[in-house]
T-cell receptor
């Protein structure tokens, strides 16, 4: 049973560029959430996608956007990159049951120079 | 404001001794509570969760956690620590009516031989 997968593993960009990160959920899951984990901090919720729509959003600017595809996979897009966007970006998947656990992928390490 | 506090940046324990990693929370409604573990350059691995019922929850790798509603705490415990338990531990809460997880800042557990 494949778990949550993310690509790429690492990414280096320069300020002002745009980046796209990808996530495939665990088999049987239809809901995908994205989190940002800055160095030395806990993950911060960016947004969640269900049925190809953004269902809930954390306190992140509009430069952060996402998409969910019919096969439940998801993309996170960040425009106009800032140095402060350097972080580990984690994708988590779950089924739509209220008590279900979110399972995390290995993350994408983004470095902005 | 909804928040999770992990008061200890680091916990040191000798192998074979019991360990406790502390977590307190401040959220509205009836929260769901989680513990995750993160190894270097890896995503988060689910350990255990409390939804309702028995206040003592058993999870993976011999870990357990005790929910205390009056003290709004959810401390992680293990009767006998292993060197391989050394990692970064995160407490998280899912507030009632929300889909996102709110994480603490993490506690680094160091188990010494």
């Amino acid at each position: 049973d494949a778990g949550v997968t993310q690509s790429p593993t690492h990414l280096i960009k320069t300020r002002g560029q745009q980046v796209t990160l990808r996530c495939s959920p665990k088999s049987g899951h239809d809901t995908v959430s994205w989190y940002q984990q800055a160095l030395g901090q806990g993950p911060q919720f960016i947004f969640q996608y269900y049925e190809e729509e953004e269902r809930q959003r954390g306190n992140f600017p509009d430069r952060f956007s996402g998409h969910q595809f019919p096969n439940y996979s998801s993309e996170l897009n960040v425009n106009a990159l800032l140095l402060g966007d350097s972080a580990l970006y984690l994708c988590a998947s779950t089924s739509d049951l209220s008590t279900d656990t979110q399972y995390f992928g290995p993350g994408t390490r983004l470095t902005v120079l | 404001a909804q928040s999770v506090a992990q008061p200890e940046d680091q916990v040191n324990v000798a192998e074979g001794n019991p360990l406790t990693v502390k977590c307190t929370y401040s959220v509205s409604g009836n929260p769901y509570l989680f513990w995750y573990v993160q190894y270097p350059n890896r995503g988060l691995q689910f350990l255990l969760k409390y939804i309702t019922g028995d206040n003592l929850v058993k999870g993976s790798y011999g870990f357990e956690a005790e929910f205390n509603k009056s003290q709004t705490s959810f401390h992680l415990k293990k009767p006998s620590a292993l060197v391989s338990d050394s990692a970064l531990y995160f407490c998280a809460v899912r507030p009632g009516g929300y889909n996102k997880l709110i994480f603490g800042a993490g506690t680094r557990l160091a188990v010494h031989p």
